[in-house]
C-alpha cells in the first residue's frame, strides 16, 4: 500500500505571526525546546517538512549559540530575510528572557524548598523524555537519507558511545563523527551527480 502524498507546506503570513509563533514555540519548551519546535513547526504549522526540519536543525547544531535560536533565525531569514529573522529572534528571546528573570528572583527566596528541588529533578527527567520522542518521530528521516540506515544507525552509536561511555568532549565528537559523516555523504553526492551527469 502506499504512502499519501505529504500535504502541502505553509508559510508564515507576516514577521508578526512568525514572532508570535516563536514566542509560543519558546513559552512551552521548558527544559528544551526543540521537541515543541518539531511539534509546533512541522506537525500543527507545516512551515517544514521533516526533512527541511531535520537539514535545518543539524545546522543549527553545528553553528555557534543555541540550537533553538539558529533554526529560528534560519526559518525567519528564509520566509522574510532580516526583518524575519529579527522578528524570529526577539519572538523567541524576549518572552522567556523576562519568564527566567522573574524565576531567577523567585527562586533565589525558595532555593531551599524540597519541593521545589523535586520539581526541578522532575522537570529534568520530562525534558529527557520529550527528546526521546522527538528522537523517534524524526528518524524516519532517516530511512531517505543518503548515508543509508544502517550507517545513519551506527553513527548514531559511535556518537552516544563517545560521549556517555568514552566522556569525549562534544567538539572532539561534532569535528571527528561529524565531520566523518560530511565527508562520506559529500562523496555520495559526488558520486550521484556524476552518475547523474553520464
Request: charged fraction near 10%; hydrophobic fraction near 60%; include cysteine.
Amino acid at each position: 500500500m502506499s504512502e499519501a502524498p505529504p500535504a502541502a507546506l505553509n508559510a508564515p503570513a507576516s514577521p508578526r505571526a512568525l514572532f508570535w509563533a516563536c514566542t509560543r514555540l519558546a513559552l512551552q519548551g521548558f527544559g528544551g525546546v526543540l521537541p515543541v519546535a518539531q511539534r509546533e513547526l512541522v506537525e500543527r504549522l507545516r512551515w517544514l517538512s521533516r526533512e527541511d526540519f531535520m537539514a535545518l536543525l543539524s545546522l543549527a547544531q553545528v553553528l555557534p549559540g543555541p540550537n533553538i535560536v539558529n533554526l529560528a533565525l534560519m526559518i525567519g531569514d528564509r520566509h522574510f530575510g532580516a526583518r524575519g529573522a529579527a522578528a524570529a529572534l526577539a519572538g523567541i528571546l524576549a518572552a522567556p528572557l523576562a519568564v527566567v528573570l522573574v524565576l531567577a528572583v523567585l527562586a533565589q527566596q525558595a532555593a531551599h524548598w524540597p519541593a521545589l528541588q523535586g520539581a526541578l529533578r522532575g522537570m529534568g527527567i520530562v525534558a529527557a523524555g520529550l527528546i526521546l520522542a522527538t528522537v523517534w518521530r524524526l528518524a524516519k528521516t532517516l530511512r531517505g537519507n543518503a548515508l543509508g540506515l544502517p550507517l545513519c544507525g551506527a553513527l548514531v552509536l559511535a556518537t552516544v558511545g563517545a560521549i556517555a561511555g568514552l566522556r569525549w568532549p562534544l567538539v572532539a565528537v561534532v569535528l571527528g563523527l561529524g565531520g566523518l559523516a560530511v565527508g562520506r555523504a559529500y562523496q555520495l553526492a559526488r558520486r550521484a551527480a556524476t552518475q547523474g551527469r553520464a
